[in-house]
T-cell receptor, first 115, second 111 residues
Framework: DARVTQTPRDKVTEMGQEVTMRCQPI?????VFWYRQTMMQGLELLAY????????DSGMPKDRFSAEMPDATLATLKIQPSEPRDSAVYFC?????????????FGPGTRLTVL | GEDVEQSLFLSVREGDSSVINCTYT??????LYWYKQEPGAGLQLLTY?????DMKQDQRLTVLLNKKDKHLSLRIADTQTGDSAIYFC???????????FGAGTRLAVHP
């Protein structure tokens, strides 16, 4: 049963600390998306990759956020330094370009709390 | 620009029908989607409709598409407590699988 996995599932940290969230896309998928969900802003697209290359990260605060794909099986989202306003649920999703349906498969999310 | 709008809350009685509405802006979207998010989980594709269709029925789910008004709706017949979730409308745009999601409609089902 192929699925997107994310670690950690929950993270509590103090303001100023570095946070790294990891995502393993479904094997064979060639697009990866990072979203942030909050009650106030809803679901926001932060960044997306195709074939490990970043296509758009305009939704991401550049000064503190960075997203990378070191290899096809791992995507990372890093926040340094973290701030209380970064508290949210962060979702990774993967998909396969070339299929007409364009379905995205979401991971379970990482719930981040910055104190 | 690209925008998808939907109402934020809907409360229905168990056994009644639920109708969730959505408006979108990108008329070039090949498909329109409904994703469901259950508590503590990620979004999951619930159903979709091809843009040249007016209606799609899938068991208790009926999707209606009005392309002229750019209006999409999801009807859930015989709503059950297990249908309580957030429902997101989405359109595809710009290639590369990018989707534009609405804010989500929180459906509450009460006895």
């Amino acid at each position: 049963d192929a699925r997107v996995t994310q670690t950690p599932r929950d993270k509590v940290t103090e303001m100023g600390q570095e946070v790294t969230m990891r995502c393993q896309p479904i094997l064979g998928h060639n697009t990866v998306f990072w979203y942030r969900q909050t009650m106030m802003q809803g679901l926001e697209l932060l960044a997306y990759f195709r074939n490990r290359a970043p296509l758009d990260d305009s939704g991401m605060p550049k000064d503190r956020f960075s997203a990378e794909m070191p290899d096809a099986t791992l995507a990372t989202l890093k926040i340094q330094p973290s701030e209380p306003r970064d508290s949210a649920v962060y979702f990774c999703a993967s998909g396969l370009v070339g299929t007409s349906l364009n379905e995205q498969f979401f991971g379970p999310g990482t719930r981040l709390t910055v104190l | 620009g690209e925008d998808v709008e939907q109402s934020l809350f809907l409360s229905v009685r168990e056994g009644d029908s639920s109708v969730i509405n959505c408006t979108y802006t990108d008329s070039s979207s090949t498909y329109l989607y409904w994703y469901k998010q259950e508590p503590g989980a990620g979004l999951q594709l619930l159903t979709y409709i091809f843009s040249n269709m007016d209606m799609k029925q899938d068991q208790r789910l009926t999707v209606l598409l009005n392309k002229k008004d750019k209006h999409l709706s999801l009807r859930i017949a015989d709503t059950q407590t297990g249908d309580s979730a957030i429902y997101f409308c989405a359109e595809s745009t710009g290639g590369y699988n990018k989707l534009i999601f609405g804010a989500g409609t929180r459906l509450a089902v009460h006895p």
